[in-house]
């Protein structure tokens, strides 16, 4: 069973910028996979963020196209998430998630009914 923990969220004025880290308890090295970051707001649905595919292929929501960027580090098992020019409307919970290969496509991947392993979420203000 995975086990994913993200670290990194807080409070930060509006332009500013913060970095999510997502640890996994197994490493995917070598594995078909798809690893995302989703949020949701008080009162509003969860939404897809950004994905990344495991042969580098990324999808963003237009809405932080431009200002956020998905990383990982294999070695350390970890997923980042730089958020820069952050806005009000970005503050929400976020959640790293793992899908199967099969869900990285730019149909999919913002779908989180297709991701089987999610952390316990960090939240960001903003």
């Known amino acids: 069973h995975v086990q994913l923990v993200e670290s990194g969220g807080g409070s930060v004025q509006a332009g500013g910028s913060l970095r999510l880290s997502c640890g996994s308890s197994s490493g995917h090295t070598g594995r078909m996979y798809c690893m995302a970051w989703f949020r949701q707001a008080p009162g509003k649905e969860r939404e897809g963020v950004v994905a990344l595919a495991s042969d580098g292929s990324t999808w963003y929501a237009d809405s932080v196209k431009g200002r956020f960027t998905i990383s990982q580090d294999d070695d350390k098992n970890e997923l980042y998430l730089q958020m820069d020019s952050l806005k009000p409307e970005d503050t929400a919970m976020y959640y790293c998630?793992?899908?199967?290969?099969?869900?990285?496509?730019?149909?999919?991947?913002?779908?989180?009914?297709?991701?089987?392993?999610w952390g316990q979420g960090t939240q960001v203000t903003v």
């Open positions: 998630a793992i899908a199967p290969w099969g869900y990285c496509s730019s149909r999919k991947w913002a779908i989180d009914t297709n991701y089987n392993h």
